[in-house]
């Protein structure tokens, strides 16, 4: 598809359990990102990729978060001992390069974790 | 701390009329603003964005304007559509340095155009 793939859309974990969510850019977008969405909240950034590099991974809430992207392509979020607190929609963005003026972020329709 | 408000978390309004969204910040090294629209279920969708050299920046029946001096932004709809009912976020983001790549955004507006 033309659009940024992320599986699976809903994922219901136990409280420990690690998770690991995936996201497909579309073809050829260098920036990579990925932002948390709580209810009722705007999307709140967690880490950004520039191809394989992992250039900003300041948002990230805690060591149990980790993200990858190997070969600059798809990308992994992977979560650890999940917490309740971790419950939100993962949403995975792409652009050609950056968010400038040229390069706006084309989302994904995110994954939906609850952690019960 | 939010460095973009959307202090209106809903917004009513008769198709046909103007819609008129508002947005806060509070960085003054922000230098690029966009607008994204979000149906349920699925992910933000870019609307229109305005760079901080320009005022206003219009698309079709989208216009954004920017008052750098009082750090406000509004998106106006016009004529507003049904197909409009949505939630609108606001989001900014700085140049370069540890921000780079990463975008500020607001809670969000929902909008809903009634017949």
């Known amino acids: 598809g033309a659009g940024v793939s992320q599986s699976p859309r809903y994922k219901v974990a136990k409280r420990g359990q690690d998770v690991a969510l995936r996201c497909d850019p579309i073809s050829g977008h260098v920036s990579l990102f990925w932002y948390q969405q709580a209810l009722g909240q705007g999307p709140e950034f967690l880490t950004y990729f520039q191809n394989e590099a992992q250039l900003d991974k300041s948002g990230l809430p805690s060591d149990r978060f980790f993200a990858e992207r190997p070969e600059g392509s798809v990308s992994t979020l992977k979560i650890q001992r999940t917490q309740q607190e971790d419950s939100a929609v993962y949403l995975c963005a792409s652009s050609l390069g950056g968010t400038g003026i040229n390069s706006p972020l084309h989302f994904g329709n995110g994954t939906r974790l609850t952690v019960t | 701390d939010q460095q973009v408000k959307q202090n209106s978390p809903s917004l009513s309004v008769q198709e046909g009329r103007i819609s008129i969204l508002n947005c806060d910040y509070t960085n003054s090294m922000f230098d690029y603003f966009l607008w994204y629209k979000k149906y349920p279920a699925e992910g933000p969708t870019f609307l229109i964005s305005?760079?901080?050299?320009?005022d206003k920046n219009e698309d079709g029946r989208f216009t954004v304007f920017l008052n750098k001096s009082a750090k406000h932004l509004s998106l106006h709809i016009v004529p507003s559509q049904p197909g409009d009912s949505a939630v609108y976020f606001c989001?900014?983001?700085?140049?370069?340095?540890?921000?780079?790549?990463?975008?500020?955004f607001g809670r969000g507006t929902q909008l809903t155009v009634w017949p």
């Open positions: 989001a900014a983001s700085a140049p370069g340095g540890s921000t780079l790549g990463r975008l500020y």
């Open positions: 305005i760079s901080s050299i320009k």
